[in-house]
């Protein structure tokens, strides 16, 4: 048996005449032969009626205030639980038997980290069954059960999550992601439309655009299916393109980049240290609160790093309860240029900010790692910068 996971995002389940192009995939792969597990993200997004953000400021109104973590999952688990007992009942109307399962019913086990559930020892017999009778499974995704039977939520993107632990619990020839895009691109066609996209790409390097921002797959999904060596490929829900399959072994020549990554959410901090050793407790507290940072760059009487733009509330409280004096820029955007072949190229990041200083955009702050160079620079110039990035790279070329 020839399994594929499908996983549908909320684009492609937003309205009956988009699911019934979903419908029409799924039906495609069966015909061709596969047994294919459907996984599906919540209808829409927010403002949408029935999308995981709205539910959750609707029933906020309900209540006149918040709700806690393990009541705000069981909300929140009800958007792609509807989806899929649409998707499953679309299904069987057009002749095909299917069945719509939550995270739980699908043997999803996570540990009990509501709203950031990791899943643990998932169990594959009752997918097993059903595809063994000829059933499509339609699971909803972003959600699992604690072995209490408590439902958990995997935090955002955790549809594309759920895909990445199918494919590799029913060991499938592939994990299929359908969303709105022909596939990975050069850099968010949202804001540069001459961005092309990447017929084959590797793991790692997409794991380093997912980590970056480029929010076209969660990076958690590229790097469950990295370990599990399950090929993924990102495909377009409404037309016939064959979309960008990534797997270990994918070369893009002798391009030093593949692709421009943006994450324009960003503020800076830079907090002044007054005495030795004081860097290590700032971050240690920030982490105790769960603010992820990144672009820490050490001085001797400063530390410099950038966060999520939204923590920032939170971030200057810790600081503040410290007595540390700090300052703060907000509307930052982090850029960032990924290709597994710059290793060992010399002057790619004097390319890179030359680039950049010849469209008129600053550098705020910069590092990098083997195969990302990351700019933090002022969000206003975000499409400027990508667009520099791209052009000197040439990576509107083919590959
Ligand atoms: P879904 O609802 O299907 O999960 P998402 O909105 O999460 O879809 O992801 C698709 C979006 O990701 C695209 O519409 C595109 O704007 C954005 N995106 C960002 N970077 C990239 C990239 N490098 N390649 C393709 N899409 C990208
Ligand atoms: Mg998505």
């Given at each position: 048996m020839q399994i594929i996971i499908q996983k549908f995002g909320g684009t492609s389940v937003r309205n009956r005449e988009n699911r019934l192009k979903a419908v029409a995939k799924v039906i495609q792969a069966k015909k061709s032969g596969y047994s294919p597990v459907v996984v599906v993200s919540a209808m829409?997004?927010?403002?949408?009626?029935?999308a995981t953000d709205s539910l959750i400021a609707a029933m906020k109104e309900q209540i006149g205030g918040e709700m806690n973590a393990r009541e705000q999952d069981m909300v929140m688990s009800c958007g792609e639980t509807l989806s899929a007992a649409v998707m499953a009942s679309m299904l069987e109307a057009q002749g095909y038997a299917a069945r719509a399962l939550t995270g739980g019913q699908a043997g999803l086990y996570t540990d009990?980290?509501?709203?950031?559930a990791n899943v643990e020892h998932p169990q594959p017999e009752r997918l097993r069954a059903l595809l063994a009778e000829g059933i499509i499974p339609v699971v909803a995704g972003f959600q699992g059960v604690t072995r209490d039977a408590e439902i958990t939520t995997l935090g955002r993107g955790g549809s594309d999550t759920t895909a990445a632990v199918l494919g590799v619990m029913l060991r499938a020839e592939m994990t299929e992601i359908y969303t709105d895009?022909?596939?990975?691109?050069?850099?968010d066609p949202a804001i540069l439309p001459e961005a092309r996209v990447l017929s084959g790409v590797s793991y790692s390097e997409v794991f380093q655009m997912a980590d970056n921002g480029?929010?076209?797959?969660h990076p958690k999904a590229v790097e469950i299916s990295m370990r599990g060596n399950i090929p993924l490929v990102i495909r377009n829900t409404f037309n016939d393109k064959p979309g960008t399959r990534i797997t270990n072994d994918q070369q893009n020549g002798l391009?030093?980049?593949?692709s421009v990554a943006h994450d324009a959410n960003r503020a800076q901090i830079v907090a002044e240290m007054e005495r030795p050793g004081e860097e290590a407790e700032v971050l240690r507290r920030l982490a105790d609160e769960q603010i992820s940072i990144d672009l820490i760059n050490i001085f001797p009487q400063k530390l410099l790093f950038t966060i999520d733009q939204r923590l920032l509330p939170k971030a200057r409280a810790v600081l503040e309860a410290m007595q540390v004096r700090h300052s703060v820029r907000a509307d930052c955007c982090k850029i960032s240029a990924i290709g597994s072949?710059?290793?060992?190229?010399?002057g790619v990041t004097a390319r890179i900010l030359q680039a950049l200083a010849r469209s008129g955009v600053s550098v705020l702050q910069s590092a990098d790692s083997h195969m990302t160079i990351c700019c933090l620079i002022d969000a206003s110039q975000t499409a400027l910068a990508v667009r520099a990035l791209h052009g000197e790279f040439h990576l509107e070329r083919a590959q």
């Open positions: 829409g997004r927010l403002g949408e009626p029935y009990e980290r509501f709203g950031s895009v022909d596939g990975i691109m050069t850099a480029a929010k076209v797959i391009d030093v980049l593949v072949a710059m290793h060992g190229v010399p």
